[in-house]
């Protein structure tokens, strides 16, 4: 059906012939239908920073950096690159590129000189925004960057164009650009915990696949107030995404990630959902056992929902979770950045007597175990999980040969190995990369680290392979252990008799730091590149 205030607005969607809507028309609704509702609110505990902006502020600020992107030469399908922390500029910046129909490529905020360079050896961006924090480094390698043209500080830098002047002085309409379905939108670096960063390459559709299925999901409404803690850099932004398509709010802590932060923004705003990764609902739980955070010195009263990802949730942690919040509903997910991020598989609202499952696939995805050939196993076997739906990446960007590889027959090959249930329920085993073979044995981590995590010392905990001449490689454990607690390589060793099979149990364990990224996933290469030498 021809919407012609559709097209006068310059984002036409076109699906099988009709009017589609986007990221980017959703947010000119919101500011439309919602002009003074709260969209974002920002807190920095340390700089003392809480500002807040509308859907109608944030709507039209939007629309004004695309203008001003657009009249400095930045065209449909130009890079641009975004570096910095989480805030409400950044949102602003992203969505303004691709607004102008550019492509947005955030990057870690904790790259080195030499990451950025790579970044943008692949990317060829004609312009970098980044964070006044971070504008003085960049101006210092500028050389590195030759194909940039304009420098864009979200702040106030004397050698860069400043994002602020720059909206200041742009049109408020709406960008006539533009956009359909198949339009490139991100290209996103993959966090490397498995190798070397991956570009991955994400279409409109895609993003508002990853909307539609965490709106869904966690059953939001225009009431929902999210606490948004992963950093935007990463594809767990589709978390904050279904927040857009019913004009909600979320609240941004960027700063100070502690117990005491976590609780007391979720009473001051107030919040119902809060996705946590599994080291920040650790803290919270050795906290209230300790004494150091009350629940009853904060109204928690309006918070309906956890939800976890990024990683195995062991059950044990849940189980602990619902001895403190017994009502509270649970969910957990699993994506990856190849699949837009959250929700491709999820648990589900009510299913707590599966948890320790990645669940059912989410609205908009189907899933399979198969074997090496792409042929279904057994009910209960393991394989490896194959995801499809409108949320599969376009390509590995400039790298045809492990895009045909990972991508076969609309088929996303994940390279998580898992086993499905009687109910449909499917479970990580684990990373084919991550599979230890000891003494031709096959051990999957992710059971040895849900086993160990039980006991009450360990804080932390991952398994690795290690070299060993006779059985090629031997099970490794990597212990952190419960803060001002001792704990013994005996007490590991004979709990692990007392609850795994001989040929599972660790026969190394190392105490030590266990090293997560900041999107909460276990940094196995760092443990590799320490410890199996």
Same mark, same amino acid.
């Given at each position: 059906?021809?919407?012609?205030?559709? @097209?006068?607005?310059?984002?036409?969607? @076109? !699906?099988?012939?009709?009017?589609?809507?986007?990221?980017? $028309?959703?947010?000119?609704?919101?500011?439309? %239908? %919602?002009?003074?509702?709260?969209?974002?609110?920002?807190?920095?505990?340390?700089?003392?920073?809480? /500002?807040?902006?509308?859907?109608?502020?944030?709507?039209?600020?939007?629309?004004?950096?695309?203008?001003?992107? !657009?009249?400095?030469?930045?065209?449909?399908?130009?890079?641009?690159? #975004?570096?910095?922390?989480?805030?409400?500029?950044?949102?602003?910046?992203?969505?303004?590129?691709?607004?102008?129909?550019?492509?947005?490529?955030?990057?870690? *905020?904790?790259?080195?000189? @030499?990451?950025?360079?790579?970044?943008?050896?692949?990317?060829?961006?004609?312009?970098?925004?980044?964070?006044?924090?971070?504008?003085?480094?960049?101006?210092?390698?500028?050389?590195?960057?030759?194909?940039?043209?304009?420098?864009?500080?979200?702040? $106030?830098?004397?050698?860069? =164009?400043?994002?602020?002047?720059?909206?200041?002085?742009? +049109?408020?309409?709406?960008?006539?650009?533009?956009?359909?379905?198949?339009?490139?939108?991100? =290209?996103?670096?993959?966090?490397?915990?498995?190798?070397?960063?991956?570009?991955? &390459?994400?279409?409109?559709? $895609?993003?508002?696949?990853?909307?539609?299925?965490?709106?869904?999901?966690?059953?939001?409404?225009?009431?929902?107030?999210?606490?948004?803690?992963?950093?935007?850099?990463?594809?767990?932004?589709?978390?904050?995404?279904? +927040?857009? &398509?019913?004009?909600?709010?979320?609240?941004?802590?960027?700063?100070? #990630?502690?117990?005491?932060?976590? *609780?007391?923004?979720?009473?001051?705003?107030?919040?119902?959902?809060?996705?946590?990764?599994?080291?920040?609902?650790?803290?919270?739980?050795?906290?209230?056992?300790?004494?150091?955070?009350?629940?009853?010195?904060?109204?928690? $009263?309006?918070?309906?929902?956890?939800?976890?990802?990024?990683?195995?949730?062991?059950?044990?942690?849940?189980?602990?979770?619902?001895?403190?919040?017994?009502?509270?509903?649970?969910?957990? !997910?699993?994506?990856?950045?190849?699949?837009?991020?959250?929700?491709?598989?999820?648990?589900?609202?009510?299913?707590?007597?599966?948890?320790?499952?990645?669940? @059912?696939?989410?609205?908009?995805?189907?899933?399979?175990?198969?074997?090496?050939?792409?042929?279904?196993?057994?009910?209960?076997?393991?394989?490896?999980?194959?995801?499809?739906?409108?949320?599969?990446? /376009?390509? %590995?960007?400039?790298?045809?040969?492990?895009?045909?590889?990972? #991508?076969?027959?609309?088929?996303?090959?994940?390279?998580?190995?898992?086993?499905?249930?009687?109910?449909?329920?499917?479970? &990580?085993?684990?990373?084919?990369?991550?599979?230890?073979?000891?003494?031709?044995?096959?051990?999957?981590?992710?059971?040895?680290?849900?086993?160990?995590?039980?006991?009450?010392?360990?804080?932390?905990?991952?398994?690795?392979?290690?070299?060993?001449?006779?059985?090629?490689?031997?099970?490794?454990?990597?212990?952190?252990?419960?803060?001002?607690?001792?704990?013994?390589?005996?007490?590991?060793?004979?709990?692990?008799?007392?609850?795994?099979?001989?040929?599972?149990?660790?026969?190394?364990?190392?105490?030590?730091?266990?090293?997560?990224?900041?999107?909460?996933?276990?940094?196995?290469? /760092?443990?590799?590149?320490?410890?199996?030498?």
């Amino acid at each position: 059906m021809y919407n012609p205030e559709a @097209k006068r607005r310059g984002h036409v969607l @076109k !699906t099988g012939g009709g009017v589609a809507m986007n990221l980017v $028309t959703i947010i000119q609704r919101n500011g439309r %239908y %919602y002009p003074n509702d709260t969209a974002f609110i920002e807190v920095r505990p340390v700089s003392k920073v809480r /500002k807040a902006a509308t859907w109608g502020q944030f709507s039209e600020r939007i629309n004004r950096f695309a203008n001003a992107l !657009t009249h400095r030469g930045v065209k449909k399908g130009d890079k641009v690159l #975004i570096f910095g922390k989480n805030s409400i500029n950044w949102l602003e910046a992203y969505f303004g590129v691709i607004s102008a129909g550019a492509w947005a490529v955030p990057l870690n *905020f904790r790259f080195t000189d @030499k990451d950025l360079e790579f970044c943008a050896g692949v990317a060829e961006p004609v312009a970098f925004i980044m964070e006044e924090e971070y504008a003085n480094r960049v101006h210092a390698v500028r050389s590195q960057f030759p194909m940039v043209r304009d420098y864009i500080c979200m702040g $106030t830098f004397q050698k860069m =164009l400043s994002m602020e002047n720059l909206i200041g002085d742009a +049109s408020p309409a709406p960008p006539n650009v533009n956009i359909e379905d198949e339009d490139e939108c991100a =290209l996103y670096f993959t966090s490397g915990t498995t190798g070397a960063p991956k570009p991955v &390459l994400h279409l409109h559709r $895609t993003m508002m696949c990853v909307a539609i299925n965490e709106m869904a999901c966690e059953h939001w409404d225009h009431s929902d107030c999210l606490l948004m803690l992963p950093p935007f850099y990463h594809l767990a932004i589709g978390h904050l995404l279904g +927040s857009f &398509l019913v004009a909600g709010r979320a609240v941004l802590l960027t700063e100070q #990630i502690t117990p005491q932060t976590i *609780f007391e923004n979720i009473s001051r705003e107030p919040v119902t959902l809060a996705f946590l990764l599994v080291p920040w609902v650790i803290d919270i739980l050795e906290a209230l056992d300790a004494g150091k955070l009350k629940k009853d010195d904060y109204d928690l $009263t309006r918070w309906r929902l956890l939800y976890m990802g990024a990683q195995p949730i062991p059950p044990s942690l849940v189980q602990r979770w619902k001895e403190y919040f017994p009502h509270m509903q649970f969910d957990n !997910t699993y994506g990856l950045s190849e699949s837009a991020g959250p929700h491709t598989l999820h648990l589900g609202i009510g299913n707590e007597k599966k948890t320790g499952s990645i669940g @059912k696939p989410g609205p908009l995805w189907d899933v399979r175990i198969a074997n090496n050939d792409g042929e279904d196993v057994p009910q209960g076997e393991v394989g490896e999980i194959l995801v499809k739906g409108c949320g599969v990446m /376009k390509e %590995y960007y400039k790298n045809p040969e492990l895009t045909s590889e990972t #991508i076969r027959d609309g088929w996303l090959h994940t390279g998580d190995l898992g086993r499905m249930d009687e109910e449909g329920f499917i479970y &990580l085993v684990d990373r084919k990369k991550d599979l230890v073979i000891s003494g031709g044995e096959n051990v999957y981590p992710v059971e040895v680290e849900e086993t160990i995590q039980r006991h009450p010392k360990v804080r932390d905990v991952a398994v690795i392979g290690t070299p060993d001449e006779r059985l090629g490689e031997i099970v490794t454990a990597v212990i952190e252990p419960v803060p001002d607690s001792v704990l013994t390589e005996e007490e590991v060793n004979l709990y692990c008799e007392q609850n795994l099979p001989r040929y599972k149990r660790p026969r190394r364990i190392i105490f030590d730091m266990v090293p997560r990224s900041p999107t909460g996933k276990l940094e196995k290469p /760092k443990l590799r590149e320490k410890w199996a030498r």
